[in-house]
Nanobody, 124 residues
């Protein structure tokens, strides 16, 4: 069993930055690819970014490419999402997730564990 705890959300002005963190606990937590998804009010949940166990493979949604950076520190069992140049349309609840592969997160087809969400609000 893996538990995921996300933090770092908040209120920021357009153009600003935030860094989200997700701490994984459980003996096998470092065996999973990790990633972030988000859900805005009234919209479906969508993929944001994913990173493989080693960090060698990284995927981004087109809407976040060039602005967001995902990274992980396996010694700390933590995955990060650095979000720069934030836009009002980035407003959403952000969820971290664990899967056997980054593709499993990107397609939302095989997510093994979910964290609780953290709210990100970007004001215009």
């Amino acid at each position: 069993q893996v538990q995921l705890v996300a933090s770092g959300g908040g209120l920021v002005q357009a153009g600003g930055s935030l860094r989200l963190s997700c701490v994984a606990s459980g003996r096998t937590s470092n065996r999973y690819a990790m990633g972030w998804l988000r859900q805005a009010p009234g919209k479906e949940r969508e993929f944001v970014a994913a990173i493989s166990r080693s960090g060698a493979t990284i995927n981004y949604a087109d809407s976040t490419k060039g602005r967001f950076t995902i990274s992980r520190d396996n010694a700390k069992n933590t995955v990060y999402l650095q979000m720069n140049s934030l836009k009002p349309e980035d407003t959403a609840v952000y969820y971290c997730a664990a899967s056997s592969s980054p593709a499993g997160i990107a397609t939302m087809g095989s997510i093994d564990y979910w964290g609780q969400g953290t709210q990100v609000t970007v004001s215009s």
